[in-house]
């Protein structure tokens, strides 16, 4: 091991190489990792949750023509807004921790 690029969590000794590349060692649950479907949609609802929380709603743009005569052509632009009420937020946030921890103690 060179010494001048320290290992701390000896990543070197846990690959093995062959044919010179570095391939992870196998984990002893076999390294599959499933992740349940009801959990899968808990992570997802907090994620959305935090979203809606931060944000608070959803901005665009809308684009009109107002004119178009030949080779003029006049649009214009208008920014508009979908509020989303930071309960909703709330309520999502809170629906995915409950999936989870239902998830995290359902045996399958």
């Known amino acids: 091991m060179d010494s001048t690029h320290p290992d701390p969590i000896n990543f070197r000794d ?4 062959q044919d010179g590349l570095f391939k992870p060692e ?3 649950s076999g390294g599959d990792v499933n992740m349940k479907p009801i959990s899968l949609l808990g992570v997802l609802l907090i994620v959305v949750g935090a979203l809606i929380l931060a944000y608070q709603g959803i901005n665009y743009t809308r684009q009109k023509d107002v004119l178009d005569v030949g080779s003029v052509h006049l649009t214009t632009r208008t920014q508009e807004r ?5 309960i909703l937020g709330g309520f999502a946030l809170a629906g995915g921790v409950v999936l989870l921890v239902i998830g995290a103690r359902k045996k399958s």
């Open 26 to 28: 196998v984990l002893p």
């Open 14 to 17: 846990r690959c093995s190489s």
């Open 82 to 86: 979908i509020p989303l009420p930071p």
